[in-house]
């Protein structure tokens, strides 16, 4: 086992090592290719030009690979010149035939798809990933995912997904990397430079696509689609850095999303589209509408109809209309009415030919399409070694009363819940090509390694009453030495349109559990779930708990690689997990407010039935070993505004094994113009300590790490005290004073 392990860890390093890509800058076209960009824009009718800016899906979902007679006519006409939910190198290459082969301009068509996860090869949902803190290995997840997916005919991927949420309750938040600005932005990039690879063209890479743009991540009351009103300050300094950090690490395209952002439905929204997108952050690539979000403008009520949807989409700095046939049906009748400028629709069309040219499909529209490739490419043994290694990075330990865990691999175990023998709900949502007959389940990896006899039994449905079984299963656990209980949400719980208002375990489950807990044997609960959960009883009752998220292919063994202690845990939670829906939002980045908690009096911002604390706060995750953090020391702590400031700590661990430690770097804004959270993730550093070892980890923080949207909305520093704090998480930190002068 050690040895797996050691193998298992070298080559992820090396393929890390590997993999590793250019430096990030904003995407900027090729100049080499302008000339024939417009060269082939002079060529086009207005119709051919509006069909560049149309995309369609294709018919695959529970139908298999097929298309619409009336798209694919479409395509021969020249009217859709993008597809999405086509792949596979045959489908692909049957689509691009007609586009090359049977159109006038023979104009290669992009091929989309959301590849969020993993393509074929299924890696942890990001929110999981996120959970790692490993910004090489969420950048390598994204690499295997581009790497299967170009060899699957695709070439534009709607990823990564860079919605801030501090809403358990909206289901997608198992796409983005939480609810942290800072974290998510680092992640943000990773993701964008693992799909875009080292460049645009290669074919083990893809078009990125950023999402979902903007603020569709602070829906009012958690609900998926719902408006979002927060002040231009709470936008710009919690929600807009990881899409301007995406932009900026080179991401060719830019989806916008659902949701109204002061009023303006994003898909019309210029202020966001062009004001901030293009004319702040340089971006040159394309922007694509989400699905029909175009069309949804009339349901808003901003616009009385599809033409008028239409015209404030194309204005406002959209470039292409997913799936809402609007450009199709309408943009040129807008031309004729002098509501859209030809100028306008040229310049879109030229976004998207500039990308086509430079991912080489003028050249070689086939490039994605080579059937050996992606025999030899999907599910490679080298692609599921690094799942497994991914999976168990982004596993979170929250509870190990009396160090129950690593288990020992002789003991007798008995592995009970609905979640233990299932593949199906181990890939997740959104899950690209995956299949979850391809996953290895929990009870299959525990079987894999353990040494003493194992039992099984689901003990009860996912939300069912109790089956008879339940009595099999207190009876095997009564056997054992000791239990794990496998449960949580049906990947269908979370994603698009899941929503919860109630985001507990399902009550059977939660009911097993302590059931399984009165028999007196320890219990291990692994949890499966895309969202934070509101579990105080299993918190309580349980012996161990580790969160698991949906790890994907490899999630049987991962999990087991934990249980058993091949791998020690590392992950720290991405996103807080309340006591309760009624906390919901609670978050670490919080402010101070007049009144401060204070448990003792009355009059201050709290509630009178709960403590303001979350169950586990962000950042949070324990290990099986113990690591002790020295009083953190800063270079100086009186500074000039512009000045540098250097922080070290020295982290030992103190147990008995060798562990990771992500060592976080907080900092508090004192006295500022406008009010400041009473601490914000600036850095963080993960590091391996062998046991009795001590390592100094040395922050920088710069004059930006200090700055914020000051009263007058300039962005920059304040001169006056500062507190910088390192832990363990985010509540569990050691502070130093520093006073910044002018
Ligand atoms: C989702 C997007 C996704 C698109 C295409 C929409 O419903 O909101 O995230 O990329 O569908 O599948």
New binding site residues.
């Given amino acids: 086992m050690k040895k797996i392990n050691t193998l298992l860890s070298l080559l992820f390093l090396l393929q890390t090592a590997l993999i590793h890509t250019t430096s990030a800058q904003v995407y900027s076209p090729s100049p080499a290719t302008e000339q024939r960009v417009n060269a082939l824009l002079a060529k086009m009718t207005l119709e051919e030009k509006i069909g560049q800016l149309t995309l369609y ?1 294709t018919d695959w979902g529970s139908t298999g690979p097929t298309i619409r007679e009336g798209y694919k006519n479409d395509i021969r006409s020249g009217a859709c010149g993008n597809l ?2 086509s792949h596979t190198v045959a489908f692909v290459r049957d689509l691009q035939k007609v586009a090359v082969e049977e159109t006038r301009l023979k104009i290669p068509l992009l091929f ?1 798809f ?1 590849v969020i996860h993993g393509y074929k090869t299924i890696f942890p949902i990001p929110l999981g990933e996120a959970a790692s803190w490993d910004l090489p290995a969420i950048e390598k997840s994204a690499r295997i995912a581009a790497t299967e997916a170009a060899a699957a005919g695709l070439n534009w991927t ?1 990823a990564p ?1 860079v919605d801030i949420s501090r809403e358990p309750r909206w289901g997608r938040v198992m ?1 983005g990397a939480g609810e942290d600005t800072w974290l998510g932005s680092r992640i943000a990039e990773a993701r964008v430079q693992g799909f875009q690879g080292r460049k645009i063209g290669d074919t083990d890479a893809m078009l990125a ?1 950023v ?2 743009f903007a603020g569709y991540g602070a829906p009012m009351a958690g609900r998926d689609y719902n408006t979002v009103d927060i002040s231009e300050r709470y936008f710009r300094e919690f929600y807009l850095p990881p899409y301007e950090a995406a932009v900026k690490a080179g991401a060719a395209s830019v ?1 916008t999303s ?1 949701n109204d952002y002061d009023g303006v439905p994003a898909s019309g929204n210029r202020y966001l589209l062009t004001d901030i997108l293009r004319t702040e952050w340089g971006f040159k690539g394309f922007v694509v509408t ?2 029909t979000s175009m069309n949804e403008m009339v349901n808003h009520g901003v616009v009385a109809n599809d033409k008028e949807a239409g015209e404030l989409s194309l204005n406002a700095g959209v470039d292409m209309d ?1 799936q809402g046939a609007v450009f199709q049906r309408f943009l040129a009748q807008s031309v004729q009415e002098g509501k859209v400028k030809v100028a306008d629709i040229d310049e879109a069309v030229r976004r998207i030919l500039r990308l086509k040219f430079d991912l080489g499909l003028f050249e070689d529209p086939y490039k994605f399409c080579n059937e050996s490739r992606e025999k030899t490419t999907l599910l490679s043994k080298e692609h599921r070694a690094a799942a497994r290694e991914v999976s168990r990075k982004s596993i979170v330990l929250l509870k190990n009363d009396k160090n129950l865990l690593p288990l020992n691999p002789g003991q007798k175990i008995a592995v009970i819940g609905p979640l233990a023998d299932n593949k199906a709900e181990l890939i997740g949502n959104w899950n690209g090509a995956g299949n979850p007959n391809d996953c290895v389940s929990v009870l299959e990896g525990i079987r894999a390694q353990a040494k003493g006899a194992v039992t099984f039994d689901s003990g009860c449905e996912f939300f069912a009453a109790k089956k008879e079984g339940t009595e099999n299963a207190l009876a095997l656990a009564k056997q054992a030495d000791a239990v794990i209980v496998v449960v949580g949400e049906q990947a269908m719980m979370s994603g ?1 349109a899941a929503s919860r208002a109630d985001i507990t375990l399902p009550a059977v489950q939660e009911e097993l559990v302590l059931e399984l807990v009165r028999t007196g044997k320890p219990v291990v609960v692994v949890l499966m779930n895309g969202r934070p959960l509101a579990i105080p009883r299993l918190a309580e009752n349980a012996t161990a708990i580790l969160e698991t998220w949906w790890l994907g292919t490899e999630a049987g063994n991962a999990i087991a690689d934990v249980l058993f202690g091949a791998y020690n845990p590392s992950g720290k939670l991405p996103m807080t997990f309340p006591r309760s829906v009624g906390q919901v939002p609670v978050f670490y980045n919080e402010k101070s407010t007049g009144r401060p908690y204070d448990p003792n009096s009355k009059w201050t911002s709290k509630y009178i039935d709960m403590p303001n604390a979350p169950l586990f706060p962000f950042g949070f995750g324990l290990s099986y070993t113990n690591f002790s953090y020295s009083e953190p020391k800063v270079d100086k702590s009186v500074f000039k505004k512009g000045q540098n400031l250097q922080v070290t700590v020295n982290v030992a661990n103190t147990g008995s094994r060798a562990g990771e430690e992500v060592v976080q770097l907080y900092i508090r804004d004192l006295v500022g113009s406008v009010t400041r959270p009473v601490r914000e993730l600036k850095g963080f550093e993960k590091i391996m300590l062998k046991p009795g070892e001590t390592k100094e980890v040395r922050f920088t923080i710069s004059d930006k790490d200090l700055s914020f949207y000051r009263r007058d909305m300039t962005f920059g520093s304040e001169p006056g005290e500062f507190e910088i704090m390192i832990g363990t998480n985010s509540m569990d930190v050691k502070k130093v004073k520093v006073r910044m002068t002018e």
Avoid: L, V
Wanted: glycine share 6%; charged share 30%; aromatic share 24%.
């Fill in positions: 899906t999405f939910n989309g959301d709607y997904m796409e696509c999402k979902h989806m659902f989400d699905y997913m698009e």
